[in-house]
T-cell receptor, first 113, second 115 residues
Framework: GDSVTQMEGPVTLSEEAFLTINCTYT??????LFWYVQYPGEGLQLLLK?????DKGSNKGFEATYRKETTSFHLEKGSVQVSDSAVYFC????????????FGRGTSLIVHP | EPEVTQTPSHQVTQMGQEVILRCVPI?????FYWYRQILGQKVEFLVS????????KSEIFDDQFSVERPDGSNFTLKIRSTKLEDSAMYFC?????????????FGSGTQLSVL
């Protein structure tokens, strides 16, 4: 079945460091890909998405490019802030059929001043 | 931005007891979901609900689980006889009419601890 694999956390960085959180997926066809973020005490919120190969999703300085050849959707940010500390979830929705997002386990990001 | 509300934020129960987790989805949304995350594991799909009936459910969602939309605003998940392995964070989510590639709105979760 469909699945999403994320790198283990926590990822600990200093402010202004470069961030990469790896995400790879297994799915048939052409899924849509998403990154959600969960700040402490809150629900998951959509951060960005990409719906077809080579699309780049971006929001709040974060970017991710849909790479079909490597089945990846890595999240990047050039300069992280303390306020980016959160748990990041990669997700996919398979093409056709029911709209049921499949999530990874989440990667915790801790940014120190 | 509109919010999905979940109550309680924490629930502690004894094994074998029934629990009801409550959610108030966004008022004009039509599709509702329950997910759970056992500590350190993936966020797992449990069930989706549309037009007052279950549209999809996972293998996890066995006959110990049920969902209801009793009054047009609340959306509940009931576990009839809790087991230790039901301990997890339970998330409710909803999405509007235009489902395709739309974002789910999530509640902040209910942490269920079964002792």
């Amino acid at each position: 079945g469909d699945s999403v694999t994320q790198m283990e956390g926590p990822v600990t960085l200093s402010e202004e460091a470069f961030l990469t959180i790896n995400c790879t997926y297994t799915a048939t066809g052409y899924p849509s890909l998403f990154w959600y973020v969960q700040y402490p005490g809150e629900g998951l919120q959509l951060l960005l998405k990409a719906t077809k190969a080579d699309d780049k999703g971006s929001n709040k300085g974060f970017e991710a490019t849909y790479r079909k050849e490597t089945t990846s959707f890595h999240l990047e940010k050039g300069s992280v802030q303390v306020s980016d500390s959160a748990v990041y979830f990669c997700a996919l929705v398979a093409s056709g059929g029911s709209y049921i997002p499949t999530f990874g386990r989440g990667t915790s990001l801790i940014v120190h001043p | 931005e509109p919010e999905v509300t979940q109550t309680p934020s924490h629930q502690v129960t004894q094994m074998g007891q029934e629990v009801i987790l409550r959610c108030v989805p966004i008022s004009n949304h039509l599709y509702f979901y329950w997910y759970r995350q056992i500590l350190g594991q993936k966020v797992e799909f449990l069930v989706s609900f549309y037009n007052n009936e279950i549209s999809e459910k996972s293998e996890i969602f066995d006959d110990q689980f049920s969902v209801e939309r009793p009054d047009g605003s609340n959306f509940t998940l009931k576990i009839r006889s809790t087991k230790l392995e039901d301990s997890a964070m339970y998330f409710c989510a909803s999405v509007g009419v235009e489902v395709i590639n739309e974002k789910l709105f999530f509640g902040s979760g209910t942490q269920l601890s079964v002792l």
